[in-house]
């Protein structure tokens, strides 16, 4: 069973920056597209951002709430893809979690097309 691992969220205050990261001890993401997705408490799992896999055409996908405030990257020798969060707003406050898929697709992602999971890492943005 592939374990994808969350870490890098926390309090911060609005306008503020994290940087999210997605690694899967003893298994290999560069051949995976990689999605972020987030859910907050009442609300439905929201697709937030997307990397194809190295093998693919490069493309990635950011959801229109976060468009120009996040920013999806990989780095393959660490096996990490990351979501740095800038310009956080208070609605942004939800459990994040980074999945696995063969492709982005183009548009709006959704989380029955991504396989493994991770556990999630919260962000809350408050003041």
């Known amino acids: 069973q592939v374990q994808l691992v969350e870490s890098g969220g926390g309090l911060v205050q609005p306008g503020g920056s994290l940087r999210l990261s997605c690694t899967a001890p003893?298994?290999?993401?560069?051949?995976?597209?990689i999605g972020w997705f987030r859910q907050a408490p009442g609300k439905e799992r929201e697709g937030v951002s997307c990397?194809?896999?190295?093998?693919?055409?490069?493309?990635?996908y950011y959801a229109d709430s976060v468009k120009g405030r996040f920013s999806i990257s990989r780095d393959n020798a660490k096996n990490t893809i990351y979501l740095q969060m800038n310009s956080l707003k208070p609605e942004d406050t939800a459990v994040y979690y980074c999945?696995?898929?063969w492709g982005c697709g183009y548009g709006p992602i959704v989380s029955s097309d991504f396989g493994f999971w991770g556990q999630g890492t919260q962000v809350t943005v408050s003041s």
């Open positions: 999945a696995t898929a």
């Open positions: 003893g298994f290999t993401l560069d051949l995976h597209a």
């Open positions: 990397i194809n896999s190295v093998d693919h055409m490069p493309y990635t």
